[in-house]
């Protein structure tokens, strides 16, 4: 009996580990091109409804703040731009997925706001120098354990400005375009900002159908001159 199932187990197994590193390989080495194409198909699923609510993190930290110059980083279908431009804040955001981008426009008319919307990839586009009073990087894909992507970040943001960061903890050393962060990583790669709060805590993901998982969050700004 044992050996039976062992025989039957083994092919089954082995095929899920197969699919699991192919998958993991691939997420680690896509170009944003190939990312466009799987986000494209993603959000024209029905499954691909994913929380229409604004990222709570996000919430609390604007509510005390005065709206200025916002960019949405990977933006998906807009949740968090649209809630920050019916709170006043004039909002870029940009995606590689031209799918996430008309979503996104279409939710914009519906509240009765206006955003500008980008196709660009996070790693192509142009922050520009001390354009923003906040970032946000909602589970974002981009290239946040790269220093010299920080240093654009900063270079970004007006004296003052804010970075808003949540996403999942994801496995050390791996480098990721995913923009996950191992454990404890974040004040060490933001050690230039002003950090006013940073923590890492197991909850449910906002983005992802309330999945459980671990998760970082940070808050910082960047010192006046
Ligand atoms: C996990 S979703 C998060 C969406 C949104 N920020 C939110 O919180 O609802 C990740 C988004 O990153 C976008 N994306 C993937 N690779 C990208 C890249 N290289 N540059 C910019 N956006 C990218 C996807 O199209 C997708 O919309």
Known sequence: ??????????????????????????????????????FNLVYRHPMGAFNRQPNQLLMDTVASITPGRALDVAMGQGRNAVYLSTKGWDVTGFDVSDEALRQADVRATEAGVRIRTVRESSEAFDYGREQWDLIVFSYAFAPIRDPAYIRRIHDSLKPGGMVVFEHYIGVPGVQS?????????LPRLFADFKILRHDETTAKSDWQFGRRARIARLVAIKRGD
């Not at 025989?7 to 990312?35: E, I």
């Not at 375009?177 to 404890?184: F, L, R, Y």
Request: include cysteine.
């Open 1 to 38: 009996m044992t050996t039976r199932w062992i025989r039957w187990s083994l092919p089954f197994f082995g095929c899920l580990a197969v699919a699991f590193f192919s998958l993991s390989w691939w997420f680690l080495h896509a170009t944003p091109g190939q990312y466009r194409d799987v």
């Open 177 to 185: 375009a995913i923009g996950t962060v191992p454990p404890a990583e």
